[in-house]
């Protein structure tokens, strides 16, 4: 079963930046699409950006365009999240999932890691 850890979170002041981790034990991600989503205390999960499977294309959401980057590492058992410039509003819990084709079938399935804190305060 596909485990992810998700890390590099903390307090950063606004202005700051954070890189998080996203890695996987004894598995290469670079199979599988990874997503990082966010949720606000009182708010719904959001999605923050994706990578697709081998890192060709990605897509990122307005609200952290041109600030937040997504990117495979070199392990290819990591994908990270740069986040510059970040704003109060950028505090949530951040977590990354893997979109796995379940074998045999033609479905799907996410796995999801537990989160990691970001708070961007003064």
């Known amino acids: 079963q596909l485990r992810l850890v998700e890390s590099g979170g903390g307090l950063v002041q606004p202005g700051g930046s954070l890189r998080l981790s996203c890695t996987a034990s004894?598995?290469?991600?670079?199979?599988?699409?990874i997503g990082w989503f966010r949720q606000a205390p009182g708010k719904e999960r959001e999605g923050v950006s994706c990578?697709?499977?081998?890192?060709?294309?990605?897509f990122t959401a307005d609200s952290v365009k041109g600030r937040f980057t997504i990117s495979r590492g070199n392990a290819k058992n990591t994908v990270y999240l740069e986040m510059d410039s970040l704003r109060p509003e950028d505090t949530a819990v951040y977590y990354c999932?893997?979109?796995?084709?379940?074998?045999?079938?033609?479905?799907?399935?996410?796995?999801w890691g537990h989160g990691t804190h970001v708070t961007v305060s003064s």
């Open positions: 999932c893997a979109n796995v084709k379940v074998v045999g079938t033609s479905s799907w399935e996410d796995y």
């Open positions: 990578i697709s499977s081998g890192g060709g294309s990605t």
């Open positions: 004894d598995v290469t991600l670079d199979e599988y699409a």
